[in-house]
T-cell receptor, first 110, second 110 residues
């Protein structure tokens, strides 16, 4: 079983749609959680951190459920520029070991 | 602002050759990482380091070696290149939380 699992997609949505991505992790000792965005043939970049209380950054909302070992990302009012791969990321071992999920591809169409 | 610098950006190797991928960061980060990303796949952790002189294996360490003699540098060595090592290699550094990535090194083994 992979340590971090994501639905690979692709998700094809029209502009303005709301789309949700899910991620599960297997290591109950995981300590920190993030969503990264990766554009085609580019390096990943941090989108947002994920907290148990949930956090929001503009059109993006992230949630963490430690009991279910589940992380989610909600994108509202999708833009063409949101087209990318979204990577779920988990750290453990004192916060040093950082493991990436395989990513979920999103295509936003006009 | 250089951030994380990787060299070379592209390289073609013959089977059995050896090479070193260089990674340097100028942010004084303690934590450094090497990942590989195969086409259409997520990032897999090869090795990581929590400080000078300290390294540890990640998810896929076989066929690679690392060293961390200084805070700034974290080279990755491939001793006997194999076609299975054809991939994009990303180096990253972190203080706490967010990973900062280099632009990647594209390696082809023929």
């Amino acid at each position: 079983r992979k340590e971090v699992e994501q639905d690979p997609g692709p998700f094809n949505v029209p502009e303005g749609a709301t789309v949700a991505f899910n991620c599960t992790y297997s290591n109950s000792a995981s300590q920190s959680f993030f969503w990264y965005r990766q554009d085609c043939r580019k390096e990943p970049k941090l989108l947002m951190s994920v907290y148990s209380s949930g956090n929001e950054d503009g059109r993006f909302t992230a949630q963490l459920n430690r009991a279910s070992q589940y992380i989610s990302l909600l994108i509202r009012d999708s833009k063409l520029s949101d087209s990318a791969t979204y990577l779920c990321v988990v750290t453990h071992t004192g916060g040093f070991k950082t493991i990436f999920g395989a990513g979920t591809r999103l295509f936003v169409k006009a | 602002n250089a951030g994380v610098t990787q060299t070379p950006k592209f390289r073609i190797l013959k089977i059995g050759q050896s090479m070193t991928l260089q990674c340097t960061q100028d942010m004084n980060h303690n934590y450094m990482y090497w990942y590989r990303q195969d086409p259409g796949m997520g990032l897999k952790l090869i090795y990581y380091s929590v400080g000078a002189g300290i390294t540890d294996k990640g998810e896929v360490p076989n066929g690679y070696n690392v060293s961390r003699s200084t805070t700034e540098d974290f080279p990755l060595r491939l001793e006997l290149a194999a076609p299975s090592q054809t991939s994009v290699y990303f180096c990253a550094s972190s203080w706490t939380g967010e990973l900062f990535f280099g632009e990647g090194s594209r390696l082809t083994v023929l």
